[in-house]
């Protein structure tokens, strides 16, 4: 490895030495996934972990068990050092400087809107616009398209599974405009009733916003299919790929799409980063999102023209050692495969579902197929905040809480679920340490009622 | 190379913790299942409801003060076994004492909470003293103290209706 030295320089030193004392063939036989390898065709998860240094740490005592990458994803040391290198040699200002640095810092910064631009499956690197997140995407979206094109009695069509980040900018936007939102059903299994779709794009809206992959019930939503009946009802669609993006490789083209959004922490990047993808000539069509330095062309007091895009929609200094490393964890999933990683995250999908399944008391949301490995539930009288804590106690990270989706809890009429929520680098013994886990909860409640 | 650390299925290790075991006191878990005074209060004098926006956590907090004393408390609520068991010893501390007194109570239990081992000894937090656990959790001092913070919010717009200060 060319990269040993700054390996050594990111990585704890005891877990370092953890790594090369663990790496012989018996440690390896003893590992009990030996049938994984075949059937993941050479995927080799342990090599795989030892490029995340934070896998390889204790918490409370225990391996840490990472289970919450639906709320954020670790990150590789390529990605870390690609930031770090970033920082130590080419850091200046993009797009403006005549100097070296800045020449290097503006290739590193487009660079990288390019590895994103082919995640996202588009050839033209300009339709990808970096913002702080899936966040500020949808509410770029709904600030510039909404408020230009949008008005009073104007409908849009949401659906009662979205993230709170792709209902409140709507809100906002109908709070401005006068525009009516409208909600796409949810079926008791978990799923969109494509049945309500159709009558709610009746009345033909103009905009039909829908989550890819539920945050909270890993549903995956049919997608092209909800796009060809939106565009055969004259509505434009916005895709929230948050919890698609970092699984499987997103063709926009494929999906038919004319808006996607999604963020760089949940899958290997840094936080503080994401990408609005659109369609080039709606993002033409556009007004700009924010005013200041870098998306004008010419400003004279009286006013100014716009950059062309994306730059019209990217004001001021960028995120730029966040893009950098965006942009390279867009490589670091490229090089893996995304069917490497579909399989290896099917695996423990069904492995996770059988274990879950012979739980007692335990419930589990969502459908059986079209999911992800993003598992919301309920286990007896045990609160998700309490299970959070006693799996916490044994190294488990899980998310507990209503994960900004309240809208969803209150049709399934519940407060809060606990959600594990798997990554391709987690190992079935993972899931193993969630069972058990879940049995010390019992335990500790003195059984499940 | 990094091996997955060897977790070996079968053998459960059902040892709990001894920070677990103290967060989660049988007294806890009663008053969790079996929450006392939970119900609504017709002739309450005063309502209040929190909510912990970031996990969900709500708690109604309703009181009779007649001559000056509290006659009668009951909540209503839903979250984990920490905030409504907390909810629960709170409603039979209270009962008879002054809004004030009531508040001073409050100001125990949260130092109990943030890890004062001189409040052990006092008997005034009576069976609260069993939620001391919680100071080992930190994040989840906010559960234990969901319907005291609805009591001092009542305290203070008492004192605000009552204009002296």
Known sequence: MAKTAETAALTDTRHATGMLATGSPSAAADRGDSGEASEDGGWDLAAIRAQFPILSRDVNGHPLAYLDNAASSQQPLRVLNRVERYLREQHANVHRGVHQLSAEATEAYEGARRAVAAHAGTGDAAEI???????????????????????????????????????????????????????????????????????????????????????????????????????????????????????????????????????????????????????????????????????????????????????????????????????????????????????????????????????????????????????????????????????????????????????????????????????????????DALCDGLALAAEVFGGIA | MIEPRSRTPGTIDREIPTSLNQLYQEVILDHYRKPRNKGHLDEATHVITMNNPLCGDVIELMLRVEGGSIAEVRFLGRGCSISQASASMLTGRVLGKSLEQALELSGKFTHLLHGDGAMLSDDDLGDLRTLAGVSKFPVRIKCALLAWNCLEELGDATDADSGSG
């Open chain 1, 129 to 431: 616009v970096f913002t702080r997140g899936t966040t500020e995407a949808v509410n770029l979206v709904a600030s510039s398209w909404g408020d230009a094109f949008i008005g009073a009695g104007d409908e849009i069509v949401l659906t009662k599974m979205e993230h709170h980040s792709n209902l409140v900018p709507w809100q906002l936007l109908a709070g401005r405009t006068g525009c009516d939102l409208r909600f796409v059903d949810v079926t008791p299994e978990g799923t969109l009733d494509l049945d309500d779709l159709d009558r709610l794009l009746a009345t033909r809206p103009r905009l039909v916003a829908c989550t890819h992959v539920s945050n909270s019930l890993g549903t995956v939503n049919p997608v092209r299919e909800i796009v060809d009946r939106a565009h055969a009802a004259g509505a434009l669609t916005l895709i929230d790929g948050a919890q698609a993006a970092p699984h499987m490789l997103t063709d926009v083209a494929k999906l038919g799409c004319d808006f996607y959004a999604f963020s760089s922490h949940k899958m290997c990047g840094p936080t503080g980063v994401g990408a609005l993808w659109a369609r080039r000539e709606l993002l033409e069509e556009m007004p700009p999102y924010q005013g200041g330095g870098e998306m004008i062309s010419e400003v004279k007091l009286e006013g100014s023209s716009w950059a062309k895009v994306p730059h019209k929609f990217e004001a001021g200094t960028p995120n730029i050692s966040g893009v950098v490393g965006f942009g390279e964890a867009a490589r670091f999933l490229a090089d893996l495969g995304s069917d490497a990683i579909a399989s290896h995250e099917d695996a423990l999908k069904r492995a996770a579902l059988e274990r879950l399944d012979g739980i007692e008391g335990l419930r589990l949301y969502g459908p059986r197929d079209e999911r992800t490995a993003v598992f919301s539930f309920t286990y007896g009288d045990v609160h998700p905040h309490d299970l959070s804590t006693i799996l916490d106690q044994r190294g488990i990270a899980i998310r507990a809480g209503h994960h900004c989706n309240q809208p969803l809890m209150d049709h399934f009429g519940i407060s809060a679920t606990a959600r594990a929520s798997f990554y391709f680098y987690n190992s079935p013994q993972e899931i």
